[in-house]
């Protein structure tokens, strides 16, 4: 070895050393009858939970040398250390028995998980439909030549080189189905919400950046000072680039205020990210990364991190084999583990001259270091590592053969074959993860109405749940009764419906409130994916899993993230899904039917504001008068008052938009026929049911067109000042025409 990679290594290890420091403080801190005992939280950073999913893709996170290849023990040793933080029977600490959690998130890293889980389930989901119909051909030739001659290598390796990516999807040992297998495994207890943190009556001092103005002038102070500091930090940092810079500092600067609020306890942050180390190494609270940062490579210095894999009367614990390396670095004391002086030893690393470097000495510690990673590989921790994509060949085999036997070999039963071996799997992981995006406090959008469900009689009792969803969703906030209480719904309806079909869809309304509507039209077809299997497998469940209400929800989410005419239309391919899955013999639905005009009012939104298309007034006054026509629709009284409230807002608010629209056209004149005044009456009263949060959009069109028609000029101008005040302070959505119909709004105000 040469003396410069000989302090290399010294300087690596050195490294590895100051990183298991903090966790040796918190150990030292954890012990009851010490002076300066304190209870430590571990949070977890977004790139530690996809270390966990994806070991095997981020290698960097375990790599002590920096030696940049793969080998079979640093793939084991990403697998054994992901599993040891998440899956680990062992306390990260023996003070933590009495935590409910084993890890918080902070907010808005939940955001990013949710995404993660998103594009996770779109990757798999969207796989097989967007393959060249031609492979399924190939296939077809493949496991005819098979048949023939019997030659199962043969039709291995054909199926490696022409699918390369459906045998990646068959592979239960790595890829997409592994990081989903890997994600179900967690339990329950694995990590919650920082603000919805309960410990008996003990929670953490949260910012509400909403309502308190102190909290959001502290969260804001101190993100302006970790934005440069990251900024810069990223220019040089391998993987920062792909990181979100302000979520991080809103993150930090959470992490700061929750810990200044505190006594005798504190959070540290568990992450990987080299650049937010390294910005924490220039913050002004020089102490902030020793106090509040841990790195994953921490954890392997815990007492049984190694111990499964000691055997030949030999033992290897990561501080012993450091002390070998630093024997003056370490405190002897048991009592007081930790370092010495963490300047100190940076310092007497960089000052050790070259001449006094031992190469062997250097060379046979870092062979030990390798050997004992060859252990965990020889004990084979991560099955199938060595042929893994050969076992997602035969899977693959095996599933043709099958169905080629049974004479249901066909593309679209190798599709719901490979939906099927997932679906389990999927839904058992959406049922358990939710939790982390389910509460959360981030609007993408400003709230609309919310999405009425309608459950048949057989589920009577999930409303129970799903009115206990909707009231914490729209902002309540909740407490461990809430908490508890959920969680025993949550488990009820799971037992209620094996399928999880009602818990997913209720989840996805639960998305919807807050405007997520990625997740909520994941969930939708999800669940529309389980009743298409309930319905294969039981024809006889016809009556209560058709997929009714997910289509719905999937229609409207669709509908609500539309950003142009095509996206649309796949909204009307949900909504004529929804309207087949009817039960049998029943009405139809007046949702859809409000639905459907919903759409169209939307296309106009589009060719109006964002093409500048001339509309044709005819085909627009029949859509106005067909709106008009529902809003009197008799059907609508006898509705359930929840879904009586969410027809007619929706109904009256697009009614409306259209016809402050003809009017800055001048085409107001035209309609005469629509009695314009009894409808924005009926919409008024309409709205004295939903409160101004629940959908401002609403209230906004009614007060311009209360602005614009009211009979009394006393309440047309209270309401212009209102309708004013809140344009001014409006935030468009990210839909392409809302900035011009704002400006339209002000226009007709003016």
Known sequence: MEKVNARKTIRNAASLLLKCAGFMDDINADIENNTLHCDTYYAVDTDVLYFYLEPDKNLEVVDVFEERFVSA????????????????????????????????????HDEEILNKLVRLYNWISDGADKMDPKCFEDLSKELTNYVENKNENELIDALQIRVPDLVQLFNPYRGPRD??????????????????????DFRFPFPDVNN??????????????????????????????????????????????????????KIALITASKYIHKAAEKYENRNFASMYLRHPQAFMAHSDFFLPFDFEDTSFTLIDWLNLFFPTGLRSSISEQGIVNREDLAKSVEDIKDDVIDPPRIKKLHESWNTQLDKIALINYVPGLDNAKERGSTRLAKTMQKLRDTGKWSPKELRQ?????????VSSLYSSTVWVGLWSTINIEQTKSIPALK???????????????????????????????????SEKVETIDKTLYHAHIIHALAFAIKGHWSATKTLAKIAIQISDVALRKDSSNTQYIRGREASYLACIATRRSAKNQSEL???????EEAKNRENEGWPQDIRFAAEEMLLKAKEYYFDHFCTSQKLDFDEYSKTINKLYLLSVEPKI???????????LTQIFSHL????????????????????????????????????????????????????????????????????VSTLNTWKATYMPYDDNRLIMLKRILN
């Not at 799903?466 to 508890?484: A, F, P, S, W, Y």
């Not at 009284?637 to 027809?647: D, L, R, Y």
């Open 417 to 425: 074959t490979i939906f099927g071996e997932i679906l389990d799997i």
């Open 569 to 575: 239309q796949e909204a009307t391919i949900y909504l």
């Open 637 to 647: 009284e006898n509705e359930p008052q929840s879904v009586k409230i969410w027809i």
């Open 73 to 108: 023990g640093l793939d084991s040793l990403a697998f054994l250390l992901g599993d040891f933080l998440f899956n680990s029977s062992e306390l990260l600490l023996q003070g933590h028995t009495k935590h409910t959690f084993r890890f918080l998130i902070i907010p808005p």
């Open 212 to 265: 308190n103005e102190s909290d959001r002038a502290y969260i804001k102070n101190i993100m302006d000072k970790w934005i440069p500091l990251l900024v810069e930090s990223v220019k040089g940092s391998t993987g920062g680039r792909s990181r979100n810079i302000m979520h991080d500092a809103e993150v930090l600067a959470t992490l700061e205020y929750v810990n200044s609020s505190l006594a005798d306890k």
């Open 455 to 489: 459950f048949d009689d057989k589920f009577q009792e999930i409303h129970q749940y799903c009115d206990l969803v909707i009231k914490l969703q729209k902002g309540h906030r909740t407490n461990k009764e809430d908490m508890d209480t959920l969680r025993s719904f």
């Open 179 to 200: 990081t989903l297998r890997r994600f179900a495994k967690l339990p329950k207890t694995t990590y919650c919400r920082l603000d919805n943190y309960h410990e008996n």
């Open 656 to 723: 409306f938009t259209l016809l402050l629209i003809a009017y800055d056209l001048q085409w107001i004149e035209q309609l005469r026929r629509i009695n314009i005044k009894n409808r924005l009456s009926k919409f008024q009263n309409v709205l004295k049911d939903v409160p101004v949060p629940d959908d401002p959009y609403a209230h906004l069109i009614c007060d311009v067109s209360t602005a614009v028609w009211d009979d009394n000029k006393k309440i047309r101008d209270s309401k212009r000042k209102i309708a």
